[in-house]
């Protein structure tokens, strides 16, 4: 069974800052794309950063420059920096990976329970 777990959310003020963290634990053979995605009231899931093993990255536009996505291949993590916050950044975030698990052939995703982020202007 493979599980991410998120932690990091909370409460901020606009200009503040929140580190968001998910680890991935089971019986994991690779994972190949980690990523955070989020959810706000009304809207659809959306990428927000996304990362490859070999630490190639990608941002949605809207927080290029503000947030850092950030990965340890060996611990099975995935962090997500987020800086200068606004109001339009609250959502739920949650946590995606690529896994290939012990006794498949191919990658499934897979998507943490979400954490939630407010930015209070």
């Known amino acids: 069974q493979v599980q991410l777990v998120e932690s990091g959310g909370g409460l901020v003020q606009a200009g503040g800052s929140l580190r968001l963290s998910c680890a991935a634990s089971?019986?994991?053979?690779?994972?190949?794309?980690m990523a955070w995605y989020r959810q706000a009231p009304g809207a659809q899931r959306e990428l927000v950063a996304s990362i490859l093993g070999g630490g190639s990255t990608n941002y949605a536009d809207s927080v290029k420059g503000r947030f850092t996505i950030s990965r340890d291949t060996v611990k099975n993590t995935v962090a997500l920096q987020m800086n200068s916050l606004k109001p339009e950044d609250t959502a739920v975030y949650y946590c995606?990976?690529?896994?290939?698990?012990?006794?498949?052939?191919?990658?499934?995703?897979?998507w943490g329970q979400g954490t939630q982020v407010t930015v209070s202007s």
């Open positions: 089971g019986s994991i053979v690779s994972i190949n794309v």
């Open positions: 995606n990976a690529n896994i290939r698990a012990s006794g498949r052939a191919g990658y499934l995703g897979y």
